[in-house]
């Protein structure tokens, strides 16, 4: 059985910083590209950024670029997104993301910049 937990978000002010992390099971974790895509509250889910299996291939949606850093550890089965210069916008609940037989995504976080 797939399974993603998101952890690591929290309240922070406006131009903090926070490190998200998803710990994966149930499937061979490193041969699979994972994601992050939020959801602020009463919009449609967004995504954040997506790495390649390896880790060579890395995109971020504009929203996200220059701000967020996503990378893994195929070693402990764990996708991590650093956010930093964290904005009142980036309010949401945060979730990685995998494709196996369609689109998987687990239990998110809750980010939560103000001041």
């Known amino acids: 059985e797939v399974q993603l937990l998101a952890s690591g978000g929290g309240l922070v002010q406006p131009g903090g910083s926070l490190r998200l992390s998803c710990a994966a099971s149930g499937f061979t974790f490193k041969d699979y590209e994972m994601s992050w895509v939020r959801q602020a509250p009463g919009k449609a889910f967004e995504w954040v950024a997506t790495i390649s299996s390896g880790g060579v291939i890395i995109s971020y949606a504009d929203s996200a670029k220059g701000r967020f850093t996503i990378s893994r550890d195929d070693a402990k089965n764990t996708a991590y997104l650093q956010m930093n210069s964290l904005k009142p916008e980036d309010t949401g609940v945060y979730y990685c993301?995998?494709?196996?037989?369609?689109?998987?995504r687990g239990q998110g976080t809750l980010v939560t910049v103000s001041s």
């Open positions: 993301a995998v494709m196996i037989n369609g689109p998987r």
